[in-house]
C-alpha cells in the first residue's frame, strides 16, 4: 500500500511552536495554575493533581517515616510543595523527599524516625566520595547520631549522648 | 517505513515489578511479561527477569520516557537502551507510548497526550521512524489514558491511532483502560471507540485496574479491574482476536491470590469473547 509521508519531514519552525505549547499546558499542570486558553480548567486540574499526587506517592514510598509523620496532611503538603517546586532533574524521589522534608524544617520540628531517615537519605544519595552527616536527636534522651560513609566500605553510625544530662 | 507483522503469540501476560516477581514466578499459565525498560540497568537483568527468560517466558521491553510525542527527536542514548533492554531479553517486539514526557527541559513525571492534528501526526511519525530505525525488533504504539485533552482536535483518537499505525507502518499496543477511562472521562461510547481502533495491527492488549474519584475514572494501576473494562476484553475478542492480554499493576500490590484472580477473570473474558466470535 503507498504511505503517504511516512516519514515526511517537519521543518524546524513547526517543532518550535509544538515544543512551546507543550511548554505551556506541561508548567499549567506542574504549577496548577490555569491551563492555556481552550483548554478544559477542571479537567486540566485534574490531570495536573493526579501528576502531583504520582510524584507525591513516590516520595511517601521513599520515606516512609516522613509520610507517617504528615499522616492524612502528606497529599495537601506535597502537593503545595510540588506546585511551587519541580521534581529534581535525577528523578529520584529519595532526592525529592529530601528536598520537600527541608521546605517543612522551617515550619515545623521533624520527629527523631524522621530524622534518621533523612540522613541516610543523604549518606544514600551521595554516590561519590565521603559523607559524614550528624542529626540531634531527642529520644529517649539527647544525643547526636553521626553517619559516616566511605567509599567501598559502606556507611558506619554512631550514637554519641550529649555531654551534660539535662536536668528535667 | 516498515510495515511489521505479527508474527508472536505471546498468551496471557502480567507487568514485572520487584514486587511481584514471586507472585509472577509461581503464576500458571502465563506467556510473557513485560518489563519496565527504563527500570533496568545498563548491565545485568533483574534477577527475576532473567529467571523468567530462562523458563521461556517472552519478555516485552515497554519504554516510558522515549517521548515519542514530543517537540524532540527522541534521544539516541534512551532508544541505545531500549534497543539493548530488547537484545538482552531476546524480545518479540519493544512498546512505547504515544504521549510526550518532558517539554521546555521539564519532566512531567506521567505520560500526557498529543494534540490529535496532522501537525502532531507528523511529528509523531517522524519520531516514530527515528526510533524504528534504532530499535532491533518492531516497535508497538499504545495510547494514553487523557485526563486532559487539547483543543482543536482535528479527529477522534481512533482515527488519529489509525493513521499512525498506517503512516509508520508500527503494530498497536491497545490498552482497554485508557481507551475505557477516555471514553467515561470525555463523554464518548468505549465500544464505538474499540470499533474504530486497527484491531487488525494489535501487538498485544494491556489491561490495567483503575478507580472512580471526583466522577473522573483514575486508570491508577493500582486498583483492581473494573467491571467495564473486562466487558471491553470481552467484546475485543469477540470482534477480533489478539496475540496477547497483559495485567499492568503498578501500585498498593494485592495479595497473591486476588492477583492470580484478576488473572483468570481476564482469561475468562477473553475466552467468552473468542466463543462468541466463533458463533457467530
Given at each position: 500500500m503507498p504511505c503517504a509521508g511516512g516519514a515526511s519531514s517537519v521543518s524546524e519552525p513547526d517543532r518550535t511552536a509544538y515544543a512551546a505549547r507543550q511548554a505551556q499546558l506541561l508548567d499549567a499542570l506542574l504549577r496548577g495554575s490555569e491551563p492555556p486558553a481552550g483548554f478544559d480548567a477542571a479537567h486540566a486540574g485534574a490531570a495536573g493533581s493526579s501528576l502531583r499526587r504520582k510524584r507525591g506517592r513516590a516520595v511517601a514510598q521513599a520515606c516512609p517515616a516522613l509520610a507517617l509523620e504528615l499522616g492524612d496532611g502528606f497529599g495537601a503538603c506535597f502537593d503545595a510543595?510540588?506546585?511551587a517546586n519541580d521534581a529534581p532533574a535525577s528523578g529520584a524521589p529519595l532526592e525529592d523527599g529530601l528536598a520537600f522534608a527541608r521546605s517543612l524544617r522551617h515550619v515545623t520540628p521533624l520527629d527523631d524516625d524522621v530524622r534518621v531517615e533523612l540522613l541516610l537519605a543523604r549518606a544514600a544519595l551521595r554516590r561519590h566520595g565521603v559523607f559524614a552527616g550528624a542529626a540531634w536527636l531527642r529520644r529517649p534522651r539527647r544525643r547526636l547520631l553521626v553517619v559516616v560513609r566511605l567509599p567501598g566500605l559502606g556507611t558506619v553510625h554512631r550514637s554519641v549522648p550529649r555531654r551534660r544530662p539535662r536536668r528535667d | 517505513m516498515r510495515t511489521t507483522h505479527v508474527t508472536w503469540q505471546l498468551g496471557q501476560g502480567a507487568g514485572w515489578r520487584p514486587q511481584l516477581d514471586g507472585a509472577l514466578a509461581r503464576a500458571s499459565g502465563l506467556g510473557f511479561i513485560e518489563v519496565i525498560a527504563e527500570a533496568i540497568g545498563g548491565h545485568d537483568l533483574p534477577?527475576?527477569?532473567?529467571?523468567?527468560v530462562e523458563r521461556g517466558l517472552q519478555v516485552v521491553p515497554h519504554g516510558v520516557s522515549l517521548s515519542l510525542g514530543g517537540a524532540e527527536r527522541p534521544s539516541p542514548g534512551r532508544l541505545a537502551h531500549l534497543a539493548s533492554v530488547a537484545e538482552r531479553v531476546n524480545a518479540?517486539?519493544?512498546?512505547?507510548?504515544?504521549?510526550?514526557?518532558?517539554?521546555g527541559g521539564r519532566e512531567s513525571g506521567h505520560l500526557l497526550p498529543v494534540p490529535r492534528t496532522r501537525e502532531a501526526l507528523a511529528i509523531l511519525s517522524e519520531n516514530v521512524a527515528i526510533a524504528q530505525a534504532a530499535l532491533p525488533v518492531p516497535l508497538?504504539?499504545?495510547h494514553v489514558a487523557a485526563l486532559v485533552e487539547?483543543?482543536?482536535?482535528?479527529?477522534?483518537?481512533?482515527?488519529?491511532v489509525s493513521e499512525l499505525v498506517e503512516r509508520t507502518g508500527a503494530l498497536l499496543l491497545l490498552d482497554l483502560s485508557n481507551l475505557y477511562a477516555n471514553a467515561y472521562n470525555h463523554g464518548y461510547d468505549a465500544l464505538e471507540s474499540l470499533m474504530g481502533f486497527p484491531l487488525d495491527r494489535i501487538a498485544y492488549v494491556h489491561v490495567g485496574g483503575g478507580r472512580f474519584r471526583d466522577g473522573v475514572y483514575h486508570d491508577t494501576h493500582a486498583d483492581p479491574v473494573v467491571p467495564g473494562v473486562l466487558h471491553l476484553v470481552e467484546a475485543l475478542f469477540s470482534l477480533a482476536d489478539a496475540p496477547g492480554v497483559l495485567l499492568e499493576r503498578?501500585?498498593?500490590?494485592?495479595?497473591?491470590a486476588e492477583l492470580v484472580a484478576e488473572l483468570r477473570a481476564i482469561a475468562d473474558a477473553v475466552r467468552r469473547g473468542r466463543e462468541q466470535r466463533v458463533r457467530a
Open positions: 510543595y510540588a506546585r | 534477577a527475576g527477569v532473567a529467571a523468567a518479540p517486539l519493544v512498546s512505547e507510548h504515544i504521549a510526550f514526557v518532558r517539554a508497538a504504539l499504545e487539547w483543543p482543536d482536535a482535528e479527529m477522534d483518537e481512533a482515527t488519529f503498578d501500585d498498593d500490590f494485592p495479595p497473591e
